[in-house]
């Protein structure tokens, strides 16, 4: 949460200029709070949850694995500061902060606790984590896009080059589309695979499905007239299916997913 709250932060520190056209009423940063007070900020958040992050790797005997949270922190930094001139590859780099969140937990969790016994059963339920990382992977790089989509007009008068400078307004909007028809398709195949629990299946259909269904009809039917309004709309939207698809991970775990996970 720390090192996420200063991603954020970095991206604004960086986005100063392109904001002033994109969001002229932004109290952040050079509003209520200074870019030397964010910068501070930024030090201080990713600071604490690097530290955080590599006494939990002492604490389990894994201080290796502190290099993840460095990792984490890395990446949202190199997409403000070089990355975002890099078009679709700054996405796919901001993208992997959203595997990596996913992937963080289940790999403090499952690989201190794997026995030649339980080897199989964490294998599996390893495997599924993976699946959710891919799910949040492929939601973060969306939102990216809509972000690109939603910040053009500044990005292009200061020369950002990023996804919508390459493909264009209408080239971004059909990745977009195309990407989440992509999603939706591979998050159908996954539950038809690998859920069999009716109350887990019903609530996949109405908390992540359906919302994600509205948000893709949304997507096709964006209206540049009104691409602001629209645009947040739909980062609210996928927010929630990124949350509600999380979220079922405790149903997984209520379920017990190794009686079921093939």
Known sequence: MLIGTAGYLIQDIHSVEPDKINFPDKPLVQGKISIRQATTLYIVLTSIGILLGM???????????????IASAAIPYLYATSFK??????NFIL????????CIPAIFDLMPAITPDNQLQQARIFKVLLLYGGFGFALVYIESMLANLRTYAGDRRVGIRNMTYQLGVNGTKKMILASSIITFLVLLFC???YIDNYKLLSYLIFAVLLPFI????????????????????LQNILKIVYITGMLSLIFLDYFQIDSYVA
């Open 191 to 193: 539950i038809y695979t």
């Open 85 to 90: 001139n890099a078009g679709a590859l700054g």
């Open 214 to 233: 509205y948000f893709i009809i949304q997507v096709a039917y964006l209206n540049k007239e009104k691409w602001l309004h629209q645009i947040k709309i």
């Open 55 to 69: 006494y939990i790797s002492y604490y389990i005997g894994y201080t290796s694995y502190g290099m993840l949270f």
């Open 95 to 102: 993208a992997s902060l959203g595997f990596v969140a996913v």
